[in-house]
């Protein structure tokens, strides 16, 4: 089975512009979570999307948002970019609820 | 509220050596707890998870954990450090298997030849 796969890996942005970032989730897990990972921190919980509508938010502003596609991909757009921005950003897919998250490899984002 | 404690952002142990890495939790309900591994520029692996079954948790590559509910804690333990294991280490609170998860701060865990 393949696990999570983010797009793209890095990623460079000036400040004041749109992002968005992709995340293909482990096959048949139908609920995914974005966490952000500023450095030298722990991830914090932006959103999950189970069944395509979003089901849980942490303490994001509303620029970030997210979309989550029949084939249970999704999505995190972020808007009018700011420096602290700047993270690695984690989809994790699960099926079911006890079992655990699964991770994919992140993406890097760097805004400038 | 769920909240989670590693003490210690940096641990050292020589090669051989016995690892203990610390996580205390705060949840106002039955918890589920979580250890996850995370090598330089890659996302998260997890080594093994608690989810109110049995008390001592086994996960991968030789690491264990006990959950001690009188002591909120949840630290994690392998007998014999590897140059391999050389990573940080996240401890995490959730609600449920699934729902956010609330991540400590990390311990990053160096091996000493």
């Known amino acids: 089975e393949t696990g999570v796969t983010q797009s793209p890996t890095h990623l460079i942005k000036t400040r004041g512009q749109q992002v968005t970032l992709r995340c293909s989730s482990q096959?048949?897990?139908?609920?995914v979570s974005w966490y952000q990972q500023a450095l030298g921190q722990g991830p914090q919980f932006i959103f999950q999307?189970?069944?395509?509508?979003?089901?849980g938010r942490g303490n994001f502003p509303p620029r970030f948002s997210g979309l989550q596609f029949p084939n249970y991909s999704s999505e995190l757009n972020v808007n009018a970019l700011e420096l602290d921005d700047s993270a690695l950003y984690l989809c994790?897919?699960?099926?079911?609820?006890?079992?655990?998250?699964?991770f994919g490899s992140g993406t890097r984002l760097t805004v400038v | 509220a769920q909240s989670v404690t590693q003490l210690g952002s940096h641990v050292s142990v020589s090669e051989g050596a016995l690892v203990l890495l610390r996580c205390n939790y705060s949840?106002?309900?039955?918890?589920?707890l979580f250890w996850y591994v995370q090598y330089p520029n890659q996302g998260l692996q997890l080594l093994l998870k608690y989810t109110s079954a049995a008390t001592l948790v086994k996960g991968i590559n030789g690491f264990e954990a006990e959950f001690k509910k009188s002591e909120t804690s949840f630290h994690l333990t392998k007998p014999s450090a590897h140059m391999s294991d050389a990573a940080e280490y996240f401890c995490a609170v959730s609600v449920s298997g699934t729902y956010k998860y609330i991540f400590g701060t990390g311990t990053r865990l160096k091996v000493l030849a």
């Open positions: 999307y189970y069944r395509e509508e979003e089901n």
């Open positions: 096959s048949g897990h139908n609920t």
């Open positions: 994790a897919s699960s099926l079911g609820d006890r079992g655990g998250y699964t």
């Open positions: 949840s106002s309900v039955p918890p589920y």
